[in-house]
């Protein structure tokens, strides 16, 4: 059987050395994965089936192969792998599915509208972006976005206004930036495909701890994808897609003063959050 690998290798006729290696391991893994395994042809039709049922639930909406690798831990070692020399810059995680275009929004607004604003709790997050050596980055553009209070992104079409938790602002001349919105809270990753009875069979919950969305893009640093995640959910420690980092985890502080409220237009009291990012030259 290990001829038959050696065969079927021996037919690849790539034209660049790179694809020659990537279908090599692939080949080579998989006849191990299938010879270890040995699975039943009935066993085999029903990954094959699986696949395809994968490949026919992504819409221009929906991308459950990327959910399928955020679950199985494979987006996050991809992530690993290609930030593994950060010199000290904010480390990055999952993008996830739940981007969309965003309006650009005045420096300090509010992303929340709708019933959610009335629900929500009030928070101010603010920040720096700097280089690695700690000088700040004006003209930044920070695109944002996060759950609403009960666990929602806007694009998940549950009632929300079509634009909300999510806008792009643009760091100052001292390379700051702050804007108002809710806490996010803890949501399952979608369940209803595929994906959701892998986590069925392996016996996993779907939960992601409570997180903001920040994707920082500057001309000439490498793009940041991460979030910020609220210290104390009981979920940080089993995310269902591996996305939580230590250094991304920080406390929503509750600001009890009712001048600051008064002067946010906030209820008091409300949450503070605050980091500073720190970005990487493109080498
Ligand atoms: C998210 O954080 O939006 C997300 C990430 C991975 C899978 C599902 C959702
Ligand atoms: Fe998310």
């Not at 494979?74 to 993008?95: K, Y």
């Not at 981007?99 to 300090?108: I, L, V, Y």
């Not at 928070?123 to 050596?133: A, E, F, P, Q, Y």
């Not at 994906?195 to 016996?203: H, I, K, M, T």
Request: aromatic letters at 10%; charged letters at 25%; glycine letters at 8%.
């Amino acid at each position: 059987m290990e001829q038959f690998t050696e065969m079927v290798l021996a037919r690849l006729n790539c034209k660049d050395e790179r694809t020659k290696a990537i279908l090599t391991k692939l080949i080579t893994h998989l006849h191990d994965f299938i010879r270890d395994v040995e699975p039943t042809e009935e066993e085999w039709f029903k990954a094959i089936d699986f696949l395809t049922r994968t490949g026919k639930t992504c819409t221009d909406k929906r991308q459950e192969f990327i959910l399928l690798s955020d679950v199985l831990g494979v987006s996050m070692l991809v992530d690993s792998i290609n930030h593994r020399n950060n010199n000290g810059a904010t480390e990055s995680t999952v993008t996830g599915p739940f981007h969309a275009s965003a309006p650009p929004m005045e420096m300090g607004s509010m992303i929340a509208k709708g019933p959610e604003l009335e629900r929500g709790e009030a928070t101010l997050v603010r920040g720096k972006i700097s280089d690695i050596n700690g000088n700040p980055i004006p003209d930044a553009i920070i695109d944002v976005w996060q759950s609403d209070d009960i666990g929602y992104y806007d694009v998940q079409e549950m009632g929300q206004p079509e634009v909300n938790l999510r806008g792009i602002f643009k760091t100052n001349p001292d390379g700051k930036f702050w804007f108002k919105t809710i806490k996010p809270a803890a949501y399952p990753v979608p369940t209803d495909g595929p994906v959701g009875e892998v986590l069925r069979a392996a016996g996993r919950h779907a939960m992601r701890p409570a997180h903001i969305h920040f994707m920082i893009m500057v001309p000439g640093y490498q793009r940041l994808i991460t979030h910020l995640f609220v210290k104390g959910d009981e979920y940080l420690n089993s995310d269902a897609v591996f996305g939580v980092k230590d250094s991304l985890i920080l406390e929503f502080k509750l600001n009890n003063s009712a001048s600051d409220a008064k002067a946010l237009g906030f209820q008091s009291p409300f949450y503070e959050v605050e980091y500073d990012f720190i970005l990487n030259k493109i080498n």
